[in-house]
């Protein structure tokens, strides 16, 4: 079965072989060696000031960044379940949220978040998803950011790179922290979550909230090369390695732009199949594809042709299908994925089948190469 979610995505022979090692204790010059190595790369893909792992899936980054960065008032995005999430976790915390809601296919605009701030001098941190994973949905968080930091320079922009981190360049510069996760992008196994922080965020970190998250005191023993509670060594023993491929034997210019290739042979091989892209400004990280046959096609998928993809939550349940594009992925599994499902469509005899997705996968990914 090829599992093709966007996260879990499969995570590689090479990765599975260095974290299969008997396990080491994480005070140990040897692992503080191996931290210290891992931080450096971290630090490299996110290209950002400082940077934190947290033993925690990437949700519990998200409540890092809202407790230590959010002190008065939280103006939140959420044009999905992610970021109705930052919603949630701002809510659990007693904070008060000004909450921007768009259709899940819809990004938010520059002037509404402008607006917001004016409307509420208060607020003091921005939460948005780069990409909103729900619908596939690519926010211009770069711009928003800008725009924030043109207006007030003080409110602190927390961006959720959970499907964004490793799928393609981002522009830091007006981003205070950068949430990523293991099980995405980064081919790990589900546990481990990363921020990247700018030097705003570390001066409004200040001594940190909280107890197992606080980012204040994790900080202080990251840079010293160890963690401040058990560090999920495993996990950064695999972090390292996939850094080290993706950084230094790919090379991240490649890693984005076959990413590229993919997702937009992946868009035009389905659309040319009659199929629709979902959100009106898709991700590279998945092709969302909203059909009344969705679940349908999703089974054909999974039972006949040996893919898994994702569907849709909540009021999209049924009515769409998730690709995944994120990690390295061979073109021929890619293509064999928009094949099965212009099979599937002929199947439930919509279409004649006549191998186009494939051919047109193929001369898209592989053109001017
Ligand atoms: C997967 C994902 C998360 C994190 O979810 P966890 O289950 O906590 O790892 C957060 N935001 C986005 C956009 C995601 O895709």
């Not at 979550?193 to 998250?213: D, R």
């Amino acid at each position: 079965m090829l599992l093709f979610t966007p996260g879990p995505t499969p995570v590689p022979e090479r990765i599975r072989q260095v974290m299969a090692l008997p396990t080491i204790h994480h005070r140990t010059p040897e692992f503080t060696k191996i931290f210290k190595e891992t931080r450096e790369l971290l630090l490299d893909l996110l290209k950002m000031q400082d940077a934190v792992m947290l033993a925690s899936t990437g949700t519990g980054a998200m409540e890092a960044c809202v407790t230590n960065l959010c002190h008065k008032k939280a103006l939140v995005v959420n044009a999905g379940k992610f970021g109705e999430r930052f919603v949630k976790i701002a809510k659990a915390f007693g904070k008060e949220v000004v909450e921007l809601t768009y259709p899940w296919d819809t990004a938010a605009k520059i002037d509404d978040v402008v607006q917001a701030l004016k409307e509420h001098p208060d607020i003091d941190a921005f939460c948005i998803q780069i990409c909103e994973s729900s619908g596939g949905l690519r926010h211009p968080v770069e711009e928003i950011a800008a725009a924030i930091k043109a207006h007030n320079p003080d409110v602190s922009v927390i961006a959720d790179g959970i499907t964004a981190v490793g799928v393609e360049p981002i522009n830091t510069t007006n981003i205070d922290a950068l949430i990523t996760g293991s099980q995405k992008a980064l081919m790990l196994p589900p546990g481990l979550a990363m921020i990247g922080l700018s030097l705003h965020a570390l001066g409004k970190i200040g001594k940190g909230e909280g107890f197992y998250f606080n980012l204040a005191s994790e900080l202080k023993k990251q840079r010293e090369g160890t963690t401040a509670y058990t560090a999920a060594t495993t996990l950064v023993i695999g972090l390292r390695e996939i850094l080290h491929i993706l950084l230094k034997e790919i090379g991240l210019d490649e890693v984005y732009d076959h990413t590229d290739r993919r997702a937009t042979a992946t868009r035009v091989a389905l659309e040319a199949l009659g199929l629709a892209i979902y959100p009106q400004k898709p991700a590279n990280a998945m092709t969302a594809i909203y059909d009344e046959q969705a679940e349908d096609i999703r089974k054909l998928l999974k039972n006949r042709y040996g893919v898994n993809v994702a569907g849709g939550q909540e009021d999209l349940k049924g009515r769409l299908f998730r690709i995944n594009h994120m990690g390295l992925i061979e073109p021929n599994e890619a293509a064999w994925v928009v094949n099965a499902v212009e099979k599937a469509m002929a199947d439930l005899g919509r279409i004649e089948y006549r191998g186009i997705a494939n051919k047109i996968f193929n001369e898209i990914y592989f053109s001017e190469e």
